[in-house]
């Protein structure tokens, strides 16, 4: 007897192929059915817009969602309603123990938070803001908001391999959303590939923690590393080839690795395992080494940014998403090849004058962020295209 009639006749269910759990896994997170509503045309307030953000479910730590709710608290400060909608939970049971999170470890927050998952939210108000490639397909489906936005923080499609999923993610960028970019490499995209209204504002930094300070006890010799290794964009593997080859040419270093616990990882190589740090911390751990490497192989990291903020050079990859962003004599940037980064990790080693240059220059260029200038970007596009929507509703000859 065939094993799927016999599992029916046994009232069985029939284990599931690898594909078929495959498929069901992302069905989950693109299958929303539209929901109704009626943008409220008649109410809208350019002084106390009434935003939403769809959010994937967070922990601790996570730095995309740290600048989401950074952007969320200054959006409130300067009058606005702001809430979050949380899809496809899977560490918070409920809003408010989502809300209690966002309040303890990341930033203050006074507007609802509420999650939800296979059903369309039903919700209403002037700005609805996806933020990741999941959040999109809900944002879609969803019918009750004057103008819908993409808060585009990295270029998702290369965090995976070409095919499915890659495909999948490209797709969200030629959904009718404004684009609100974290700078110029994803503006730009956003323009020249998929022809989406965009704007971008810039990665900032909390000045509070990130700040130069007593600097007598810099080390000479201490290379820190953003060593999570977890997420392939941060090219950690060419970090270690660049630190061997360093080794064989007699320098002298030692190396400060934070952002994981890496164990014991059995190589021959100076290193202090920091695991996760807390802000204090890293500032802490910056303001004592002679070299910030930290690498993105698509949008340009914050931890450069902060690093520079402490006074420690950096060394970069000298890619494209980093060269739109960075001036030329704010940071070393390495061809992106083990030999590459081992060079310009040597020439700041064994230069003091150069480690001095890079910092001043480093210092002065980062002394134009400040988050709620930020905020403020956002806030004028966010004003600017639900008006334009409101007129655009009234005349189809509006210009977009």
């Known amino acids: 007897m065939p094993f799927t009639r016999l599992t029916k006749l046994l009232g069985l269910r029939p284990k599931k192929s690898p594909l078929v759990r495959r498929v069901d896994h992302l069905r989950k997170f693109v299958s929303y059915a539209d929901a109704g509503g009626t943008p409220p045309v008649d109410s809208f307030d350019p002084a106390r817009m009434r935003i939403t953000f769809v959010i994937p479910d967070f922990r601790p730590g996570a730095g995309g969602h740290m600048t989401i709710f950074r952007l969320a608290h200054f959006l409130e400060e300067f009058g ?37 998952g296979k059903h369309t939210p039903e919700a209403e108000g002037d700005a609805l803001i996806a933020t990741d490639r999941f959040s999109c397909f809900p944002v879609n489906a969803m ?42 490499w994803l503006h730009q995209m956003m323009i020249e590939r998929y022809g989406r209204w965009s704007m971008c504002w810039p990665l900032a930094f909390d000045a509070s923690v990130y700040r130069l300070r007593d600097t007598r006890q810099r080390s000479a010799k201490r290379i820190a590393l953003y060593a999570r290794y977890v ?9 270690f080839l660049a630190l061997g080859i360093l080794k064989k040419r007699g320098v002298e270093f030692e190396v400060d690795c934070f952002g994981i616990n890496l164990g014991d990882m059995g190589m021959d190589i100076p290193f202090r395992d920091h695991g996760v740090l807390n802000s204090e911390e890293l500032a802490t751990l910056y303001s004592e080494c002679a070299v910030g490497l930290v690498f993105s192989a698509t949008n340009h990291s914050l931890v ?13 990859l000298e890619t494209d998403s980093v060269r739109a962003i960075f001036p030329n004599d704010c940071m070393i940037f390495a061809e992106p090849s083990p030999d590459g980064i081992a060079d310009a990790l040597e020439k700041l080693l064994s230069d003091p004058l150069e480690r001095d240059r890079f910092r001043e220059v480093g210092l002065r260029y980062v002394q134009q962020f400040d988050w709620s200038a930020s905020a403020r970007l956002v806030e004028a596009a966010l004003r600017t295209r639900v008006t334009w929507a409101l007129t655009k509703e009234g005349n189809d000859d509006a210009p977009a």
Request: aromatic fraction near 14%; charge should be negative; include cysteine.
């Open 304 to 316: 450069n940014k902060e690093m520079m903020a402490c006074g420690l050079p950096v060394v970069d």
């Open 231 to 239: 997420t392939d964009r941060r090219a950690v593997e060419l970090a």
């Open 143 to 184: 019918q009750g908001f004057i103008r819908k936005f993409y808060l585009v923080q990295d270029f998702e499609p290369s965090f995976y391999p070409a095919g499915s999923e890659y495909l999948l993610t490209e797709s969200t960028y030629r959904f009718d959303f404004d684009c609100l970019c974290a700078g110029e």
């Open 80 to 116: 606005h309603e702001v809430r979050f909608l949380v899809h496809n939970p899977s560490v918070h049971k409920s809003g408010a123990d989502a809300a209690a999170t966002i309040k303890r470890h990341f930033q203050p927050f006074r507007g609802e938070v509420e999650i939800f």
